[in-house]
């Protein structure tokens, strides 16, 4: 048997229909969109500490500020993808994404820094939605036509998100030894790559999109129980996952001095996804359902942060002390495999007819909102005298609470 490709699923099942034209080019958008996203991210925790001298707690701050404007304000840019289609949308958030970029290479001052990620995060928050949305709208849609499950599909598009998180460090860790802004400006130069490729490429209308009302969908969203389970078992997850932002960083500096094996730690976690998404996907489907899943993609998360702080007491340092790191990257990237496809795969069974940007965008919201407070308090808990395994224990908690919260289909 031959093994499928990774935008046709050939070799799978021959009778199935490929992906449509429109789902390789979203596909291909994601990877587009992370190469130019992770270029600049991985290295702006130190930027902010060091070039910028922003304290810990604040740094957590700004960090989840980012996170909040881009996830917190995807509900926007959902909602805007349903009335008006995605091309606007899109197009709209690639414009803000360079200026943000150029703007953040130029920011010296406190001010200038959170004007420019607040506008890098809400660029994101209107093109992310309304590419993912139409995603599981189009993988609903395969589904249906007898492709195979939407989950494949979805998990596709996270290998293709993280196989640009693989390139975009690797090509950030080159250019950071000229400076950060020579980083950003490269980002926002990507951007415009992409921007120009989707004025050339993407369809001007879709069948079936756009058209809805904006008003009416909020309170039917907020009024749904068992969505706002899966949002804050979500968002439980993206706060352990933006510890690879935060936390990470201090525990790979201090067990070797700097952080450039940060860019590799990063690398390992997106050539993990590329290479093991789509078995570990099939594997999965076939024995646990949706909720299972989910938790068993927890444990793994909670597991990661125990290695970590199980390890902290002896403190050693060099490549002893980076494995509990390392360790703690790959368990964090296997739970994410599990949880990341689900959840997206979830959507459309919770959401309302027609209003799928809006949910999908809800989605990233509330994960926004508490990674926002969450961040804030992680910063502060870094920065604090306790035990060095304290932080990471409590850290451990949170996927652990994750799972009590998850709706039972």
Not at 66 to 93: E, H, K, M
Not at 316 to 342: H, N
Request: net charge positive; aromatic share 8%; charged share 10%.
């Amino acid at each position: 048997m031959t093994r499928p490709s990774m935008l046709g699923f050939r070799g799978a099942a021959p009778d199935r229909p490929r992906l449509s034209p429109l789902l390789r080019l979203l596909i291909l958008t994601q990877l587009a969109f992370n190469v130019g996203f992770f270029i600049v991210l991985p290295f702006l925790a130190g930027h902010l500490g060091q070039a910028v001298g922003m304290a810990g707690w604040l740094v957590g701050f700004v960090l989840g500020l980012r996170t909040f404007s881009q996830q917190g304000l995807f509900v926007v840019g959902g909602a805007l993808a349903d009335r008006y289609g995605i091309r606007p949308v899109v197009f709209t958030g690639c414009v803000l994404r360079i200026a943000g970029f150029v703007w953040l290479g130029y920011a010296r001052e406190t001010a200038a820094v959170v004007g420019a990620v607040l506008l890098i995060g809400f660029a994101a928050a209107l093109f992310s939605p309304a590419v993912e949305s139409e995603v599981a709208r189009q993988a609903v849609l395969w589904e249906e036509s007898g492709g195979g499950s939407r989950t494949r599909v979805l998990a596709l598009l996270t290998v293709a998100g993280q196989a640009g998180a693989f390139v975009g460090p690797l090509l950030g860790a080159l250019l950071l030894s000229v400076d950060f802004r020579t980083v950003c400006l490269a980002g926002a130069g990507i951007f415009v790559l992409v921007l120009a490729g989707h004025a050339w490429l993407l369809p001007q209308h879709i069948p079936g999109q756009g058209g809805v009302r904006l008003r009416g969908g909020l309170g039917k969203l907020l009024r749904n129980r068992r969505f706002l389970a899966l949002c804050c078992a979500y968002g439980a997850y993206l706060l352990a996952y933006n510890q690879l932002y935060l936390a990470l960083p201090d525990e790979v500096e201090r067990a070797t001095g700097s952080q450039a094996a940060l860019a590799w730690l990063f690398a390992l976690s997106s050539l993990l996804v590329v290479i093991a998404q789509l078995p570990v996907t099939r594997w999965v489907g076939e024995r646990l359902t949706l909720r299972r899943s989910m938790v068993a993609g927890l444990l793994l998360i909670a597991a990661g942060f125990a290695v970590v702080a199980a390890a902290r007491p002896a403190d050693r340092t060099g490549t002893a002390g980076l494995l509990p790191a390392a360790g703690f990257v790959v368990l964090l990237t296997l739970g994410q495999m599990l949880v990341v496809p689900v959840a997206r795969a979830w959507v459309p069974d919770l959401a309302e007819e027609g209003r799928l940007g809006l949910y999908t965008g809800a989605l990233s919201s509330i994960s926004g909102l508490i990674v926002l407070i969450g961040s804030s308090a992680t910063g502060t808990l870094l920065d604090t005298g306790l035990p060095a395994a304290v932080p990471w224990l409590v850290l451990a908690t949170v996927p652990l609470a994750a799972i009590g919260v998850l709706p039972r289909r």
